[in-house]
Structure formats: C-alpha cells, structure tokens
C-alpha cells in the first residue's frame, strides 16, 4: 500500500502525463502542483515509485510516466469522479430532454453527447434482443396485400417489418392474428418465437400456410438481426499524439472495423456500474495498446445496452468517469 506522499506524488504524475502526454521530471511537479517536498525528496519517491512498479522510465527522457499498475491505482484509489463543470452538466441535461420517437435514439444521443464532451471515440450497442419480454405484437394492414409487424419489447425497443402477399388479406384476419400471437407471446421473451410457435399457429387457426408461414419467418429474421453498433467521434482519436504511430492508428482501426470484437469489448462489463480496462487487461490482444471504458445504461428499470470509450491508456479517466456517471444518472431519472 502506498503512504500519503507516494499517492500525492504517483496523482500529479498521472495528472501532468494526462494534460501534456510528455515524461514528468521532479521539478515540473514541485513547480505545477504545489508539492510541499523539495526536489530531492520527489526525486527519490519518483524513484522508489518506479522500482515498485507504479511508474516507468522512457529511455530517452529524464521525466517518467504512468505504467498500468500506475493507471490501475490511479482509477481504484485516486481518480476524481466528479470532473464535471456546470456547463457540462447543463450541456447534458438538454441534450437527454431531446424529444424522441424510440427509445433507441436516446442510446445515439448518449453515445454523441459522451464524445462530444469527452473528445473521445464513444460504441454503444442496445441489450440483448432475445432475452427482451415482448409487450405486444401488433399487426396493420397497409394495403390488400400488404401487412406490417409491430414489436414491442420491455425496454422500449420497436422491430418492425413489412409482409407482401400474392393473395389479398383482410382485416377480420389481421385482428384475429393480433388476438392470437398477443394471447400466446406477450410477457415472453423474444427468443420464444420459434418453429414450436409455428406449429401452434398452424394447428390453430384455419389459414392457409402461404398467409402464416412469411409472418414467422419475417419476425425470426428480424429478431436474429445482430445489434446496431452505434459508433462516435471516430477521428478525434487521431488528433492525440498516440495515433502518431502508424501501427497504433490501424489497430485502433480495425478493432472498430470488427464488429465481434466491439460486441466482446462492451459486453465484457457486468460487475461494476463502471468498469475500465487498461492495456493488458484486455483481453484480446488487440485491444493492449489501448483502455476501454463502459458502462450500462438504462431509462427506469428499462436496460438500453452498453456504450463505452475507446483511447489511449493515457485516457483523462477522471473526466470520463465523471461524465459517464452523470449521463447515467440523468438517464435513469428520466421518464418516458
């Protein structure tokens, strides 16, 4: 465990790093930070840090800068999660009373605002679509032959899709299917609607297979859809002086180009409101140069998904954390 003076000096080291992305040397923090420690007495903690593995030093610099042991205290013990002006907070607050259509556009705008603020690159993907309760199906009649699904599900997410038809349909049949597929799938999840239901269906009622047949398959296939990856400020990335080294921008470019891997990276987070990882804590290989950020977030008791940050390790946790919980606060009073 580290005494007062080794956390007050490892804090201005990660602080300085942060802002100026250059090694720190003992006279910047006597100088900026205020320290009540002569040089010598930082010199020797910035030594005694690195030798315990907090700090490291480039070889071509007299300064030193954060390691992940470094960066992992930091998050754990010193981070300041409320980094957040008023003007910030007032930002935020007009951007979630945004009217919307679907509950699915607060994601977007969560997601926007988060990198807007941040000046970070923000994914979000919505919760999990089979495991969602559906709360109505609701069949309308566009034309003689052509029929439009309507899902509901419990966190607010609307599917729908459209059915055309070589044979006319009409509307006593369209409310007869709204009476049945409710009264056998409403309050059960998605993933429900399967070939049993099928068979139900044309055990049941007297139409033809031509009529039910493309109302099932159409509802599979749009339940099946794999989930929108919502992505933000995507070039802002290479404005740090991280994305300088070649190797460094593709990687970060191809992790964003994997959708399976974005989809592991945001679903990886279950334990905490907040979770961050941090270089080699990642998992996957790809992902060591960088640290992830996410968090869940929901409208009630409605879970809307995941959205997370994606940067360097030398990523402004204190802002991101400050941010990131004052956005979820803020979602989860609101009513819809």
């Known amino acids: 465990m580290l005494d007062k003076r080794k956390k007050e000096i490892l804090q201005a080291v990660v602080d300085e790093y942060i802002n100026t992305a250059e090694p720190v040397s003992s006279a910047t923090l006597v100088e900026k930070y205020g320290l009540q420690y002569s040089s010598a007495t930082v010199r020797n903690e910035l030594a005694e840090l690195e030798t315990i593995g907090y700090l490291d030093k480039p070889h071509t610099s007299s300064g030193r800068v954060p390691s992940e042991k ?199 987070g279950i334990a905490k409101d907040i979770n961050v990882y941090i270089g080699d804590e990642n998992d996957n290989e790809q992902l060591k140069d960088f640290s992830i950020i996410t968090f869940k977030h929901s409208v009630g008791d409605k879970d809307l998904g995941t959205i997370g940050i994606i940067g360097p390790k030398r990523m402004d946790y204190s802002k991101v954390i400050s941010v990131m919980k004052y956005i979820s606060k803020k979602m989860k009073e609101k009513d819809l």
């Open 70 to 268: 470094g960066y992992r205290f930091y998050v754990d013990e010193l981070v300041n999660d409320e980094d957040i002006s008023l003007e910030e907070i007032k930002y935020i607050q007009n951007k979630l009373s945004t009217k919307v259509n679907e509950i699915e556009d607060l994601t977007k705008i969560a997601t926007s605002t988060l990198s807007e603020i941040t000046h970070y690159t923000t994914v979000a993907i919505g919760p999990k679509t089979d495991m969602q309760i559906i709360e109505e199906i609701k069949f309308v009649l566009l034309g003689s032959r052509m029929l439009m699904v309507v899902i509901v599900t419990d966190s607010g997410l609307v599917k729908e899709t459209i059915i055309k038809y070589d044979e006319d349909i009409h509307q006593t049949q369209v409310e007869t299917l709204n009476n049945l597929f409710n009264s056998k799938l409403k309050g059960k999840p998605l993933s429900k609607i399967d070939r049993p239901m099928e068979e139900y269906i044309f055990s049941e009622i007297n139409y033809s297979v031509e009529v039910i047949k493309p109302i099932i398959e159409q509802i599979n296939k749009v339940i099946e859809e794999e989930n929108q990856i919502y992505l933000e400020g995507t070039k802002k990335a290479f404005d740090l002086p991280e994305f300088k080294s070649l190797e460094i921008a593709k990687n970060f470019v191809n992790i964003l180009d994997e959708k399976e891997l974005v989809l592991d990276m945001l679903n990886s």
